[in-house]
């Protein structure tokens, strides 16, 4: 095990150094990285946008809007077909999903049928045009009357049809406003997601992002007066519609459409020669001004009306026909919103009403705050876990902390290739994997030292150590790879970050420890030739310790049941403080533009807003408030509608840092997700500890890791610290941790099994964990010191979820020793012999019956 053939040798340091190459660009500022020669690698980690600002919106498609459209459109072919096949019809009306027409001559219902038969033809679609799905479908409930139907998988095929329109269109949108990589992509079969990293005015993007931009130009009726209309009613033909003013003015408007928005070649925000206002000057193509030549040939001294999402923006007088087949839309506009709607029509009209149903913002300024901190903690974190591995093994302490550095420079070098987005709950698993990456290593040099004391030579020791630790490792580290993979694959933005970091991190550390750590220590052995391995400054754990732990086992079985019995009460009584992510509403955070922020005016401004439930406190700094608002009754655009009057309200005198804004839509599956989450993880780990050891073993794990999971939900309860998105992933982590030290201590009680065969159950259980002892409490130390840093330094956004997994860490160590260790008792994994009275002291193994 200890010797590296030449070629073997290559490929360690050549994995350490590409490592160490591709992760350095990540350390140099963007000038060195400019300068550097194109052969050397320059590309780095992507900032996520809770690091260096930006918007993630979450757009779903107005279903509803889909197939209202649908409806109308069939009731106009009805019409046209009908009439052009010169037939007599009536009662043409169309409700929920269906249409339905009254043939007048019984004896035209075939040719009826005939003349719209290309209503019920099947369309392809399909990458290849290879699926043929049928729209409408048409019957006859009785004779005369003629009924379509819209199908489910015409609906789906119109929705899934919008989704890729709207992703161009998003697409053009934003790239009109000079954005730098934004991410314009599907999500699931009615959504569209949109992250633009940096952006500075974030609610310019969602007013952009919010409006159709359906364009129309329509003559005004002027037969009857528009008052007229609204007391009595509008004229067949004539639908009434207002102005975007305030008090909007109302327009009779005829529903013939003159021209729409596809027929604009151009938009352009100029300025008036005459009055210097803001206006939108419009180009159309040649079908768009032969058609607005003639109806203004035609109509001249009448009123024609702008149209944009069925507001009047302006009702010009036609003084004379405008044939060059260009003009102008005025109406009050600034600057900014002329060139907003320039964009807007420029990019095209959007086929359906988008909802924005998740939105997650944050400011430049806090992202930089978030780096800072993420990268003091991890600095801090990284510190004590190498100060501690020296103290603790002196030598081989800092022959780990060298692989630890290659671990690091690895995980950040396979980010950076990737393209991953490095997130701030990335940096917490980059920190978390400091703390763990050195458990392999723990478990090495104490199956080393153990295997000193039991009389082999060093040179034995330290190979019989990295042998008999490799399938401890293997199995320990599975599966927190298991966790990491429900994770990813059941996770959203910043919770994949932390998963694909963490899982990384396990590969990597598996890697260094059995390949560079075994290096080193071997090119140690052969440069110094130790006749004893090194004294350790510090020693935390006496060796040969004997304390009887089964002995106390129904002592500790009374405590948790308690404490879990109570974590169940207090959830079912009190509940856990849920976050925004679960019960929908609004996050907001505020920093105030001078002085101290005052969360009392702040709760009492935004009182008057009647926007629900409002809860304001001090976040951080003095500077920063955190504003709560509850989830609203009018769904998913009435959060967007309170976010807006707090920014609108507060705007003077604070500046907005955060939004984060999930609708009841996402916030239902958020909870079902997370649920799902924990569940599936819990069923993998089940399936593979049974397959690596008995059914025992695997139902042991499972109730121990249950037993945790309670445990901390009545940390929830009872700290009343916000469960959100990131406590389901620290609940995952605790899930992957406490089952990589009961797997340890499962593993050892496996191979003692084997060795003693004799022995009553209790006393072999104590031997097992006595071994494990000194492993499961520094695993344990240089966690904590890595996640204290985090909880110290890291910043208040992710405190909550450092704490979770700081409490996780210790009571999944505790649970292992005193939960996952005596269930084995309970399931009788070794059958009491009829002698046995030893209820859990200590024996010593005779050394006969243990070779």
Avoid at 517 to 533: G, I, K, Q, S
Avoid at 727 to 735: E, K, N, P
Wanted: proline content about 4%; aromatic content about 8%; overall charge negative.
């Amino acid at each position: 095990m200890l010797y590296f053939s030449p070629w073997k040798t290559v490929l360690i340091w050549l994995a350490v150094a590409f490592g160490i190459l591709f992760a350095l660009p990540n350390a140099l500022p963007q000038s060195m990285r400019d300068a550097l020669p194109g052969w050397l690698p320059s590309k780095t980690m992507t900032l996520g946008l809770d690091l260096q600002g930006g918007s993630h919106i979450l757009l779903q498609i107005d279903r509803q809007d889909l197939i209202d459209e649908r409806l109308q459109t069939t009731r106009d072919d009805i019409r046209t077909a009908l009439r052009d096949a010169k037939l007599g019809y009536t009662g043409l009306s169309g409700t929920g999903r269906t249409v339905q027409v009254r043939i007048r001559e019984a004896n035209e219902v075939e040719t009826a049928k005939t003349a719209l038969v290309a209503l019920t033809q099947p369309i392809s679609s399909g990458v290849f045009g290879t699926t043929n799905i049928v729209e409408l479908t048409q019957d006859e409930p009785e004779p005369g009357l003629l009924r379509y139907t819209m199908t489910e998988d015409g609906i789906n095929y119109r929705v899934s049809s919008a989704v890729t329109q709207s992703i161009e269109v998003i697409g053009r949108r934003v790239n009109e406003l000079g954005t730098t990589e934004p991410v314009i992509q599907r999500q699931g079969d009615d959504r569209v997601l949109v992250q633009v990293p940096g952006l500075q005015d974030p609610q310019r993007l969602k007013d952009i992002l919010g409006q159709t931009a359906k364009l129309t130009f329509q003559m005004v009726d002027q037969s009857v007066p528009v008052q007229e209309a609204l007391t009595a009613r509008a004229p067949a033909g004539s639908t009434i519609m207002y102005s975007p003013d305030d008090p909007p003015v109302p327009y009779l408007i005829e529903n013939r459409v003159i021209v729409s928005g596809e027929n604009l070649a151009d938009a352009q925000a100029t300025f008036d020669q005459r009055t210097s206002e803001a206006v939108v000057s419009f180009r159309f193509d040649t079908k768009g001004a032969q058609r607005f030549g003639q109806a203004t040939q035609q109509n001249v001294g009448k009123l024609f009306a702008i149209i944009l999402d069925n507001q009047v923006i302006s009702a010009p007088q036609i003084r004379e026909p405008i044939l060059g087949g260009t003009g102008q839309i005025s109406g009050s506009f600034t600057t900014e919103s002329a060139n907003d709607l320039a964009v807007l029509l420029r990019a095209g009209a959007l086929p359906a009403d988008l909802t924005i149903v998740e939105e997650r913002t944050v400011g430049p300024g806090l992202g930089q705050d978030s780096i800072d901190a993420g990268k003091f903690a991890s600095i801090i974190g990284t510190v004590l876990v190498l100060i501690f591995m020296v103290a603790v093994y002196g030598t081989l302490g800092l022959i780990a902390n060298i692989a630890l550095f290659a671990n690091v420079s690895m995980v950040i070098a396979i980010l950076s290739v990737l393209g991953a987005t490095l997130t701030l709950p990335g940096i917490a698993g980059i920190v978390l994997t400091v703390g763990m990456a050195v458990d392999s290593n723990v478990l090495i040099y104490e199956r080393i030292r153990e295997e000193r004391r039991n009389g082999r030579s060093v040179i034995q020791a330290i190979d019989a150590g990295f042998s008999k630790a490799l399938a401890t490792i293997v199995d320990a580290n599975v599966t927190t790879l298991i966790a990491a993979g429900v994770l990813f694959y059941l996770g959203s933005g910043p919770v994949k970050g932390f998963a694909i970091t963490l899982a990384i991190g396990i590969v990597t550390t598996m890697f260094t420890a059995f390949t560079l750590t075994r290096w080193l220590v071997a090119a140690w052995v052969r440069r110094f030739r130790p006749t004893e391995l090194p004294r350790a400054p510090i020693t935390l754990i006496p060796t040969n310790t004997k304390i009887p732990f089964m002995g106390i086992r129904r002592w500790t079985f009374t405590l948790s049941s308690v404490l879990s019995i109570a974590a169940v009460v207090a959830f079912m009584s009190v509940g856990m403080n849920y976050g925004i992510d679960f019960k929908g509403g609004s996050l907001i955070e505020v920093q105030a533009r001078s002085g101290a922020a005052d969360p009392g005016d702040i709760r009492a401004r935004l009182q008057q807003l009647n926007i629900g439930d409002v809860q304001v406190q001090e976040f951080g700094s003095p500077n920063d408030a955190l504003i709560r608002i509850g989830s609203q009754d009018g769904g998913d655009n009435a959060e967007q509608s309170a976010v807006t009057k707090v920014r609108d309200d507060l705007q003077v005198d604070y500046d907005v840092r955060r939004v984060e804004s999930v609708g009841p839509t996402v916030s239902a599956e958020l909870a079902r997700e997370g649920t799902i989450g924990v569940i599936v993880a819990l069923a993998l780990v089940l399936v593979y500890v049974w397959f690596r050891f008995e059914w025992q073993f695997a139902v042991g794990a499972i109730i121990a890791t249950i037993h945790d999971i309670i445990i901390t939900i009545g940390f929830f309860v009872l700290t009343g610290i916000e469960f959100n998105q990131s406590s389901i992933a620290a609940i995952l982590t605790i899930v992957g941790y406490s089952l990589n030290d009961t797997v340890v201590v499962y593993d050892r009680v496996r191979e003692d099994l084997r060795r003693y065969k004799k022995m009553d159950l209790p006393s072999l259980l104590n031997i097992a964990i006595n071994t494990t002892l000194s492993r499961t409490t520094m695993t344990a130390l240089t966690t904590i010191l890595a996640l204290f840093a985090l909880f110290l330094f890291g910043g208040e956004v992710i405190r909550s979820f450092t704490a979770a997994m700081l409490f996780g860490v210790i009571f999944g160590t505790y649970s292992s020793i005193f939960i996952a260790a005596p269930l084995l008792i309970l399931f009788r994994l070794r059958p009491p012999s009829p002698t046995e009275s030893n209820e859990g002291g200590m024996v010593v193994p005779d050394r006969a019956v243990t070779s």
